[in-house]
């Protein structure tokens, strides 16, 4: 596709629950960010992937996230035992990677609500 | 990575040139400036970004001091549909978005 997509565009899901939630980058960018945005905050950085290299992790907020790039392309979050305060908007990005001055390329976000 | 401070909120009338500061006095020589601007329910969105010079797009003009410190955003002629929160980052690693300046354009 021309941009990056995330999905699913929104999600409901109830407390304990496992969600997932994936994102495809833009076609040969090699690094892939998620952020979270609560509303009415900032954007929150979570993770970053830089083609093969070991990901930054330092923003997930606790061991109940997790995320994975297969083959170096489309991403998946995965939040385990959905907490209320997990609401919010996932983003993901990616860009062409190191030694790129670039844009930063966002997808439209899934929100996600925790009854 | 560098941090960078702004204002939480300014206004600017309708035609007037918006000028967003940002301090980023931490700031290393090969980290470059970035601003991006998020309207309501929408992704953020680049705007421009420079590392010594100061640039101009279409839509902005970005202004770096000399010591690389601080920079201002200008929209030189602010519309209604510029009013979001604006978002400057210096580029380390990772790109990492503060709570940035939420912008409203007033008629």
């Known amino acids: 596709g021309a941009g990056v997509s995330q999905s699913p565009s929104n999600k409901v899901t109830e407390k304990g629950k496992d969600v997932e939630l994936r994102c495809d980058p833009i076609s040969g960018h090699t690094a892939l960010y998620w952020y979270r945005q609560s509303l009415g905050q900032g954007l929150e950085f979570l993770i970053y992937f830089q083609g093969n290299s070991a990901p930054d992790k330092s923003g997930l907020p606790s061991d109940r996230f997790s995320a994975e790039r297969t083959g170096g392309s489309v991403s998946t979050l995965t939040i385990q035992r959905t907490q209320q305060e997990d609401s919010a908007v996932y983003l993901c990005?990616?860009?062409w990677g190191p030694g790129w001055s670039g844009e930063l390329f966002f997808g439209e976000g899934s929100r996600l609500t925790v009854l | 990575d560098a941090k960078t401070t702004q204002p939480p909120s300014m206004d600017c009338a309708e035609g007037r040139a918006a000028n967003l500061p940002c301090n980023h006095s931490t700031i290393s020589g090969n980290e470059y400036v970035y601003w991006y601007r998020q309207i309501h329910s929408q992704g953020p969105q680049y705007i421009i970004h420079?590392?010594?010079n100061n640039e101009t797009n279409e839509m902005a003009s970005l202004i770096i001091t000399e010591d690389r410190k601080s920079s201002t955003l200008i929209l030189p002629h602010a519309t209604l549909r510029d009013t979001a929160v604006y978002y400057c980052i210096v580029l380390g690693n990772q790109f990492y978005f503060g709570t940035g300046t939420s912008l409203t354009v007033i008629p």
């Open positions: 420079g590392l010594k």
């Open positions: 990005a990616s860009s």
